[in-house]
């Protein structure tokens, strides 16, 4: 995460993602839009979360925020949240829908390896959803990460596999098949492996306590908690105390 004589660290992001991403911020609350399936998935996300961390009073990060979906679920159940993103039209977006819905969170344009330099050992939970397969270096946002958790802190996040399954369903099938989402959304060979993961984050000092996987049923517009692991899965790590 740092470079030699204290000089910033790199750029961890593509322009070209936060431009796509920012395109659609008019829009990311919009159930019947292009983040249908982010909202379907939303609720399971944050009972994954809720489950296995205390939410009431805890001071919880959440990295990528978007729009603010699961930022705000998560201060609704009592969370301090503070929220990060680069694309500062979806921070616009997740603060105007803030104050509309009367939940408090503390949206920042910045990013995780800027506020690590700033505040570190400052959270209880951090959670990354739906980001690391959009990252030039996503070890490096899962060391930030570690960085920010205080001791005993909890780490929750969520992406996509890449095996063939994978790209059948999350590429061919959503963007251009089904058009669930916009084409472009993913690119297949940034998806990443659960070993990957789990080196990544052994690495930046964490535990990983489970992998579960995460259907999206576009029949019902809904998700669930599966065993396969083959698409999208969580997965929750801890910082030893």
Known sequence: MTTPHGSAPRDNFHQAELDKFGALANRWWDTDGPQKALHALN?????????????????????????????????????????????????????????ESGVRVDYRVQSVEALAAERPASFDVVTCMEMLEHVPDPAAILEACAVLLRP????????????????????????????????????YAAFIKPSELAGWLRAAGLQLEDVSGLMYEPWRNGARLVSRTDVNYLAWARKPA
């Open 152 to 187: 005993g802190g909890q780490l929750v996040v969520s992406t996509l596999n890449r095996t063939p399954a994978a790209f059948a369903l999350a590429i061919v099938g959503a963007e251009y098949v089904a058009r669930l989402l916009p084409r472009g959304t993913h690119q």
């Open 43 to 99: 609720p399971v996300r944050l009972e994954y979360v809720a489950h296995r961390v205390q939410l009431d009073g805890t001071a919880v990060l959440d990295v990528g925020c978007g729009g603010g979906l699961l930022s705000e679920a998560m201060a609704r159940r009592g969370a301090k949240v503070t929220a990060i993103d680069l694309a500062e039209d979806l921070v616009k977006v997740a603060r105007l829908h803030g104050l």
